[in-house]
């Protein structure tokens, strides 16, 4: 077993023969045989030298050199052998520190190329996992693609099937329109339904037959409409509605036209004292002016013109904007009944009336245009909804107007009136005075 020593370190490493043969063996180069033959061949010429100076030194000096000589011979061999020993050292040394340098360099290569495998190793790992990742992505977000997908065809199957039924029932119900009201007295169609709909939930009001002809000036028969509805509140009329129907059957020669009924249902509005006058008509089918919702007739006070599927509309309509006033009515009875000078009061109230017809001829207009979306395709229902939203809008402005019209406002340049409200508001305080508070 043979050991080497670090000439720096100190540190001893015992390796066996083969290895130590190995690393010898790996240490000789040509260079290093070459520089041991140089020194060798170096100290042979030395010693050369020095014999020849010798015996020269010999000859010259004879005997007396003799000792001398023998002395410094035996002093330089002795110096030749430090000097090969030292060279044997350095050469040992040398050697040693040569298959640390190799051994320390090897490892160290070693460990530089686990270094760089593990590094691979682990880019390696990472890409798998990254590719595995974007795969489990790729199809999570395909599913959930096709689940969007999905739910946008479905949805867009839902809505397109009911408006495809919405559609279908408008298209139905103009096509039955004619059909089941031709087969039916539209007057009783009319009475029917107000019965059905309307009577349960405005128990008090009336709807009933116009049976009494009325003659006016130069007439040699009176006339009358066919319905007139009326409804109190506090005893106080605030709306009244003279209703006509008209029907003909598509088989008739002479085809009538709705203006021809206008200026006897304005007559018999103001004979019977209606405040509005409907007509609620079969005629003019192919007209689409009458086809699509309430019409205002123009130059006709407070007229409309309607189609039996209106009919309730149109009541419901004027009777909640007329309830609007029922206040201001009130107060206009109270003055009346105590006989007070109220022309500033109905003018006011006349304002408000010409204000609110002009917002239903409006939204009227309006409900026109959106009807008329839905004959021609299905898109059209989103200008139905704008329509009826720039209507109900004007319905707001005609309400807001009516909230906004204050008694104080209607009585604001009548004397006579405002005397008469603060006279009532006295009363009553002295009244509430004299009862003194309730008791609980």
């Not at 192919?286 to 039996?308: A, C, F, H, Q, T």
Request: glycine share 4%.
């Amino acid at each position: 077993m043979k050991e080497i020593k670090c000439p720096n370190c100190g540190t001893v490493i015992p390796v066996d023969d083969a290895d130590f043969a190995a690393i010898l063996n790996q240490v000789r180069t040509e260079e290093f045989d070459a520089e041991v033959n140089r020194r060798i061949e170096e100290a042979k010429r030395l010693l050369k030298a020095e014999e020849a100076k010798k015996q020269a030194l010999e000859a010259a000096e004879a005997a007396k050199e003799a000792a001398k000589l023998d002395a410094r011979h035996k002093e330089d061999l002795s110096k030749k052998d430090l000097e090969i020993e030292k060279l044997r050292q350095q050469i040992a040394g040398w050697e040693q520190g040569k298959t640390l340098e190799l051994e320390a360099a090897r490892l160290k290569a070693e460990q530089k190329a686990a270094d760089a495998l593990n590094q691979k190793e682990a880019e390696l790992r990472k890409k798998e996992e990254e590719i595995s990742r974007l795969i489990t992505d790729a199809a999570n977000e395909r599913k959930n693609a096709a689940e969007r997908v999905q739910a946008i065809l479905d949805t867009h199957k839902v809505e397109k099937e009911s408006l495809e039924k919405e559609v279908e029932l408008y298209k139905n119900f103009k096509a039955k329109r004619s059909v089941k009201l031709l087969g039916e007295d539209l007057e009783q169609h009319c009475y029917t339904l107000y019965n059905q709909t309307l009577l349960p939930v405005m128990p008090n009001a009336t709807f009933s037959k116009d049976n009494v002809a009325v003659k006016e000036g130069d007439e040699t028969k009176g006339s009358k409409g066919d319905f007139i509805f009326r409804d109190k509140e506090d005893g106080i009329e605030y709306i009244s509605i003279m209703f006509d129907m008209k029907n003909e059957s598509d088989a008739a020669v002479n085809k009538k036209k709705n203006a021809d009924f206008f200026d006897k249902l304005d007559k018999d509005r103001k004979k019977k004292e209606c405040e509005f006058a409907v007509l609620v008509s079969m005629l003019e089918m192919d007209n689409d002016l009458y086809n699509n919702g309430i019409v205002s007739v123009p130059g006709y006070e407070k007229m409309y013109v309607v189609r039996p599927d209106n009919f309730i509309p149109i009541i419901t309509l004027l009777v909640q904007t007329s309830k609007k006033a029922l206040e201001y009515k009130k107060a206009l009875a109270i003055a009346k009944q105590q006989d007070m000078d109220v022309t500033n009061f109905e003018d006011s109230l006349q304002k408000f009336r010409d204000s609110f017809k002009k917002s239903v001829q409006y939204a009227g207009d309006r409900f026109k245009e959106a009807i008329d979306g839905i004959d021609n395709t299905i898109k059209s229902l989103e200008a139905i909804k704008k329509s009826l939203q720039v209507s109900e809008g004007h319905l707001i402005t005609a309400n807001n107007k009516v909230d906004a019209l204050k008694i104080r406002q209607l009585i604001k340049n009548n004397p006579t009136m405002t005397a008469a409200f603060e006279e009532a508001r006295a009363q009553k305080a002295q009244q509430e005075l004299e009862e003194g508070p309730d008791e609980q």
